[in-house]
Structures are given as C-alpha cells and as structure tokens.
C-alpha cells in the first residue's frame, strides 16, 4: 500500500517562494507523481506531472497557468517529489495534494489518480 504525506506548505506575502515536498511510500512502484490545488468550493485544478525517472521517462508536464513559475522534481533517493513554487500570487492560495499513480500513462485529470496524500494548505497574503 502506498501512502503519500506533503508538508512544507505555509502562509507567505506575494511574490515569495514555497517548496512543497510529497514523500511517498513505495516509491518506487510509481511511475506518475502530480500536484494538484484546491481552494474551497472548487474543484481540484491540476498543477504539474512528473513520470517518474527510475520507471518511467522522467518527463514533466504543467498546466499553462503555472508554467513558469511552478517546477515538479523528484528525488529518488529519499523517495520524495517536490513543487517549488515561486513568485507566489494572491491566487496560488490553497490546499496543494500530491497524487500518484502506476501506471506508465500520467494524466492532468484528477480522476486518473487513486493515491493521494492529506494535502499541505498554501496562504499567499500580505
């Protein structure tokens, strides 16, 4: 059974810098890691995707509205994903989940993912 636990989330004034880790469990089973963000009463907008470099091709997509200023990374060694997120806007406030699948294919669709962690809330205010 996998499990996924993020941290690193924190209340930060526009502009600033989070890096958010995603530590998972098997990791190595794993072939698409994702982030994903939520404010409330919407529903999960996916952020990046990273298929994973030991079982897969180590590839990463974003969604346009974050391209630029987010960066999915993995490191393998301690099992982990990270979102570095930068020039943090007003909008980027919410909770950030992390999501895994094992399956070579990745997706931005949140439905193709059945791993997910608690979340780590995200404040950007000043």
């Known amino acids: 059974q996998v499990q996924l636990v993020e941290s690193g989330g924190d209340s930060v004034e526009p502009g600033g810098s989070l890096r958010l880790s995603c530590v998972a469990s098997?990791?190595?089973?794993?072939?698409?890691m994702a982030w994903f963000r939520q404010v409330p009463g919407a529903e999960r907008e996916a952020v990046a995707y990273?298929?994973?470099?030991?079982?897969?091709?180590?590839?990463?997509y974003y969604t346009d509205s974050f391209k630029g200023r987010f960066t999915i990374s993995e490191d393998n060694a301690r099992n982990t994903v990270y979102l570095q997120m930068d020039n943090l806007e007003y909008g980027d406030t919410g909770m950030y989940y992390c999501a895994a699948a094992t399956t070579v294919a990745c997706s931005l669709d949140a439905r193709f993912f059945g791993i997910w962690g608690q979340g780590t809330p995200v404040t950007v205010s000043s």
């Open positions: 098997n990791y190595r089973n794993l072939r698409c």
């Open positions: 990273l298929r994973t470099t030991r079982t897969n091709d180590g590839s990463t």
